[in-house]
């Protein structure tokens, strides 16, 4: 099936007015890293997709490319079946030895940082610019991300001098056993903290939270992520399963709000302001919310 | 028990068995190769001075993947049915499996400790890393067996009850332990050691196959050298004696064994379960007790089998694939509870 498309691809690009420039640049790409992923799509490049790893789920269109199965767990004889020219992924990435194995083949692996940080971003935007060949659309999308990440922590800076911060927890639950509550060093602490929340926890990692902790810590919002349940349905799950939640602030006065759990994972996305913005609405219900972006 | 065929019989279809899984392991994989190109890279790889004209894909795909994990499967087959003939030569049990004496346990423990004791110290040089977590699991191995040996002796004489009571506890606390560190890890450490437990050909290379190489043909040159001693323990300990074995010397010698093959197995592949009771108890259904037989021909089994099933973990989920410990406890968990149910009729 993929021979007489890339035959056709090919054919395709020699017909473009851009093939001077285009001929050199890596035309079949293997993404592994969720929010890598993502930018691929988000800078145009979606077309030149031939698989993805299990962690990219978004746009839901990625999850119908062939999936090369956990991003630390590859296979090398498996993508070099998808004959990709580009093997992009996070500095997660692994085992080393398939690594060898597909560079050795002639497949370019490109290991990215995953950290969660501007300057990173920018530098993996740069490098995923440059393979599309449409730097100045990188240095754009870039630039707009950071200004919109920019007028959250405004929105937050102006929120936090008239209101105190509420005190947040997020739950990651598997629906059926006790949630796990993110510790400051987390992702979700960080989301946390830069929609305008104050997270409770002093532990690292995501743990499992007793009922007489969580009622201790009397949070006023509990963000929750669920895999398997969505909306109202899991709010409810998640007061049945842990009716200690109903006593706490949170559940007294119905700050329950659900995020993608998607959002923890892989570093900064492209959907990480909205999803910031959404958070900072709920834990500042007064204020005027801030207007999602324009692409 | 009763032989159904003879050994004579028996190589001959173990051999064309093994030499089949061998060629498919070669010649099938999720790039597909027509054959005429794998024959020739392989007879290219052989050292045959074929012309080289479009074969550089083919003998990269053999020569660097293939070659190496069907390799990789033989000698972790071989060395684990090996070990499995000499847990239920010990134990006179057939339903003996290495990981009775603490082997598996004292490895998986090794791993957990270089998995997220790695992760916790920051992370190691990319290079060092995985030969950390082979040594990590093959020492921890040795160490809980070394242990377990221990624990079995008393004024001289090894008690084997006392051995196989030592290693269940032993493997308890070792997983203890292991679920201590898993609540310790974080996310990417947790798969890392869950994919680890599940076991796996993949990535294999030349660098880290030679140990396992090695000691795999020491096992297999040194167990059936013992094979008659192995036939007199059959009989009974004491029974043994007075034919003449050294009981003590061959059980450290079993349990040395043991120790060194599943280890050195365990560290190249990670946990693969189930081939060293199910084969060993398959061909003892075939031709009968007789270690001189024994032994050969669960080398043979287990090699062939472990292939075929890499063969499908690697292709059903293509591109991705499947850890090898799944296919083969799929296969060999209702194969022993119809060994177990069949006894009972």
Redesign the interface.
Known sequence: MTRPLAAFALFASLLSPLAASADNLPQRWVSAGGSLSEWVVELGGEGKLV?VD?TSQHPASLQKL?????Q???????????RPEVLLGTE?MG????L??LA??GVKVEALPADADLQVLHGNLKRIGVLLGDEARAESVFAAYQARLKEQADWVARAQAETRAPTVLLLLGHAGSSPMAGGKDTAAAWLIERAGGRNLTTH???KALSTEALLALDPEVVIFADRRLGGDEARQALLKQNPALASTRAGKEGRLVAIDPTLL?GGLGPRIPAGLAELSAAFYPGRTPLEPATP | MKAVISPRSLFIALGLLLALALWLSLAL????LPLGDTLRAALRLAGLPLAADGLQ?AE??LG???MPRTLLGLAVGAVLALCGVAMQGLFRNPLADPGLIGVSGGAALGAAVAIVGGAALGGLP??F??YLLSLCAFLGGLVVTALVYRLGRRNGQTSVTTMLLAGIALNALAFACIGLFTYL????TL??LT?WNLG?L????YA?LWPLLLVTLGVALWLPRRAQALNALLLGESEARHLGVAVERLKRELVFCTALGVGAAVAAAGMIGFIGLVVPHLVRLLVGPDHRVLLPASALAGASLLLLADLFA?LI?????L?IGIVTALIGAPFFLYLLLRGRT
Do not use: H, K
């Open positions: 698989g299990t062939p999936s090369i199965g956990y630390r767990q590859l296979a090398a004889e498996g993508i070099l079946a998808l997660e085992p080393p030895p398939v060898a194995q050795a083949a690292d990692g995501y994972v | 994989g999720p790039v597909g894909q990269l795909i660097q993947i293939r990319e290079l890393a995985p890890a974080d996310d990417a798969r890392t994919f796996s993949n990535g294999a290379s880290r690697r989920l293509s591109p991705a694939e850890p």
